[in-house]
């Protein structure tokens, strides 16, 4: 197998243009991520011929091979020893530099946030599930066990800057433990507990949406922040850190070999973590409120706002996660969590895993075909663990028709979610992983629960029926071929 395995990541790599065509390399849960200096030079035939690829997608900057959950990870670990990559930042930059604005953003917020979304999820399930079990009561609030698994699902949420630090760093090539100093100094108690232990100085934006006070200032400047402070955030880390690196790199161009290994990463350290401080948190905090604003005046709009929200990210999100542009909707969801506690985007996108879910089901209950039956049964299987790629590629994308009802009738479940206007407390698991998120941590109230759950129930019988009436055999060959 590991031979195998080795041949076939030799042969991806030459058919993405070969190893000096390849500037970096990156995974998700299915999908390795290649940032190429020329994509002409890939062939994209060869690749999707390949029994283990499933499709290969080119957006974000990035030239993605789906190879699917088990297959990735060892295939990730053998194309980095086969293509033993450097930091070419030279290089890099000048291959993206016909990269637009929008596709450059999509890759580093996959950059930053895609190594730790698995880790984000346990930790997500484990916080969840305390909530959980503490609103049934089968778990004492004030019992050890309690508080070490919270302090293990809450304790990752909290630091999340100090590991979006590292990921940061590693993305934008500059020492990780550069991200992690900074995103520690973000979560550090004294700071984040100036809004109970110092006095008010002054406040701006009063009486708006995104009032902030301030408790100190640095040379007569306010330090403007959160009242729970940075922890827990994502957008002020993420610029922190891009700046650091820039900084860095400067640093280490003007600095002679002799001082550059300890000046430029103090100064670097200084300047980041004071200029995050006064100017790169607060309109990082500023962009983080604005968008969490947008999204509850969209759902405050009577009568349609939610049901509009619904539509467009409960059909299309699936449409994103295809072309790898899901990613700022997730960073947006996160985000929203950080500043007000709940988020409306990441309810209405759960729909997806379930709508899947309910296809795989309808299609594995009907199909005849042994081709199909097949494919559709481990694709289910992963979908029902919310890994929705095996089911996507194999069964509806190739059906055509299989993925319009999944459009369709993910559009019809968001629309219930948004105009049941039920709110996620967490961003933890997906599909039945995920249900504990909509349980609120503080209060323990499912209310919320209990929406989503109706709605999810309502939008998988409605799935399941109009694909048992519409799937055909007949049409499945066609598409797939009989065997």
């Known amino acids: ?45 060869v690749l999707t011929d390949l029994d283990e690829v499933m ?18 990870v060892p295939l990730y670990d053998l194309a980095m020893s086969q293509l033993q990559l450097t930091s070419g930042d030279k290089e890099e930059s000048e291959a993206k530099k016909s990269t637009g604005i929008v596709s450059k953003v999509m890759d580093s917020i996959s950059g930053v946030l895609s190594p730790i979304l698995m880790v984000l999820a346990a930790a997500g ?19 050890g066990l309690y508080m070490i698994l919270y302090a293990l699902g809450d304790g990752f949420f909290y630091y999340f800057p100090i590991l979006l630090g590292i990921t940061a760093a590693r993305k934008f090539k500059v020492n990780e433990f550069v991200g992690a100093a900074i995103g520690a100094a973000l979560t550090y ?29 640095v040379f007569g400047i306010p330090v403007i922040m959160p009242g729970s402070g940075y922890t827990s955030s994502v957008i002020p880390i993420i610029l922190a850190v891009l700046f650091a690196a820039k900084l860095d790199r400067s640093l280490r161009k003007a600095l002679p070999d002799v001082l550059k290994n300890i000046v430029a990463p103090f100064v670097t350290l200084v300047v980041t973590v004071i200029l995050t401080y006064l100017v790169i948190g607060p309109v990082a905090t500023l962009i983080s409120n604005s968008l969490a604003w947008l999204v509850s005046a969209l759902y405050s709009i009577p009568y349609v706002g939610g049901a509009i929200a619904g539509a467009i990210l409960g059909g299309g999100f699936g449409v994103l996660v295809m072309f790898g542009l899901h990613w700022a909707v997730l960073a947006i969801a996160i985000s929203n969590i950080a500043v007000n506690g709940f988020d409306y985007i990441a309810v209405v996108t759960a729909v997806g895993p379930f709508v899947g879910m309910a296809q795989g089901l309808a299609i594995c209950a009907k199909a005849r075909s042994t081709k199909v039956r097949n494919l559709a049964l481990p694709a289910t299987i992963s979908q029902i663990c919310a890994v929705g790629e095996p089911l996507m ?18 559009a019809i479940g968001g629309v219930l979610l948004g105009i049941s206007g039920a709110k996620a407390y967490l961003m933890g698991g997906q599909g039945l992983f995920g249900l504990a ?27 399941f029926i109009v694909e048992f009436i519409m799937y055909s055999d007949k049409r499945a060959e066609e598409a797939l071929g009989s065997n």
């Not at 909530?131 to 019992?143: A, E, M, P, Q, R």
């Not at 590629?393 to 993910?410: D, F, R, T």
Request: hydrophobic share 45%; with cysteine; aromatic share 8%.
């Open 393 to 410: 590629y194999s069964i509806l994308l190739p059906l055509k028709k299989e993925y319009a009802i999944n459009i369709v009738c993910g």
């Open 125 to 143: 399930l484990v916080k969840g599930l305390m909530s959980f079990f503490s609103s049934l009561g089968w778990i004492d609030t004030d019992s």
């Open 437 to 463: 998120n909509y349980i609120d941590p503080a209060t323990g109230n499912m209310s919320d629960f209990y929406k989503v759950l109706i709605c999810l129930a309502i939008a998988m019988v409605l799935t």
């Open 1 to 45: 197998m590991a031979k195998n395995q080795a041949d076939l990541v030799r042969t991806i790599i030459e058919n993405v243009g070969g190893k000096d065509n390849v500037i970096s390399l990156t995974h998700c849960v299915t999908r390795l991520r290649f940032v190429l200096k020329d994509d002409n030079l890939a062939n994209k035939k």
């Open 55 to 72: 499709t290969v997608v080119q957006a974000g900057g990035q030239y993605q091979v789906v190879v699917g959950e088990k297959l990735v």
């Open 189 to 217: 108690p004294t700071m984040v507990n100036l809004s109970s232990t110092a006095d008010v100085l002054g406040t701006v934006f009063q009486g708006t949406s995104f009032e902030m006070s301030y408790y100190t200032t």
